[in-house]
């Protein structure tokens, strides 16, 4: 079974930068888009930042020029870096991915558990 696995929340001021890091914990055969998704409290989960594995980038016009979105992918690991945060970038976000275990497997879309990004004074 394969997990998304997520690091990097956490608490910080306004102003100040995080780095997120999300990698699938088991075997797979390849990956097709990897991203993160935010959530607030009483708001719908919303898009952030996608990558595909061509290097294709897409960003919310909320965190453009603010976040970027990476990917290492001898690690199969992407990367978020937030800078400039602002309190209204408080949210939990969601690791994303469209992979598959196998090459005889079908694309399917998988989720981490989500890590809290804070940011405050």
């Known amino acids: 079974q394969v997990q998304l696995v997520e690091s990097g929340g956490g608490l910080v001021q306004p102003g100040g930068s995080l780095r997120l890091a999300c990698a699938p914990s088991?075997?797979?055969?390849?990956?097709?888009?990897m991203g993160w998704y935010r959530q607030a409290p009483g708001s719908q989960r919303e898009l952030v930042a996608t990558r595909t594995s061509d290097g294709t980038t897409n960003y919310d016009f909320s965190v453009k020029g603010r976040f970027t979105i990476s990917r290492d992918n001898a690690k199969n690991t992407v990367y978020l870096q937030m800078n400039s945060l602002k309190p209204e970038d408080t949210a939990v976000y969601y690791c994303?991915?469209?992979?598959?275990?196998?090459?005889?497997?079908?694309?399917?879309?998988?989720w981490g558990q989500g890590t809290q990004v804070t940011v405050t004074s």
């Open positions: 994303y991915a469209i992979l598959r275990l196998s090459s005889r497997s079908p694309h399917y879309q998988y």
């Open positions: 088991g075997n797979i055969f390849d990956i097709n888009v």
